[in-house]
């Protein structure tokens, strides 16, 4: 595979994500705030995908040999945050849930 059809790929990927937060904004099920975040972050994406040179000098200045390396450090720390926030809300959803059920079991 050569790296034409490796960004054709990760731009047709991109433009995927992008339809899809798309919908989901139409629906209202994520704020605008949140879909033009993603919007900023995929457009990001597009960009590298197709002018990976660019950075060429972080890589330098932080000792890494591929972007592919810099976009898995990145892919790390995001997924790590998101996974620290999800934890976070379904911890405060369980107990709301709970003092909600609480509230209906004291009134029977």
Request: glycine residues 0%; hydrophobic residues 55%.
């Given at each position: 595979m050569n790296i034409i059809t490796l960004q054709i790929i990760l731009f047709a990927f991109a433009i995927f994500m992008a339809y899809s937060l798309f919908l989901h904004w139409k629906k209202k099920n994520i704020s605008n705030n949140l879909f033009f975040f993603w919007i900023c972050i995929f457009s990001l994406f597009i960009?590298?995908?197709?002018?990976?040179?660019?950075?060429?000098?972080?890589?330098?200045?932080?000792f890494l040999v591929r972007v592919m390396d810099l976009g898995m450090i990145g892919t790390f720390m995001i997924l790590t945050y998101v996974s620290i926030e999800n934890n976070i809300k379904i911890k405060n959803l369980e107990e709301k849930m709970e003092k909600l059920v609480r509230k209906i079991s004291l009134k029977k």
């Open positions: 960009f590298i995908t197709f002018f990976p040179k660019i950075l060429e000098p972080l890589l330098k200045e932080l």
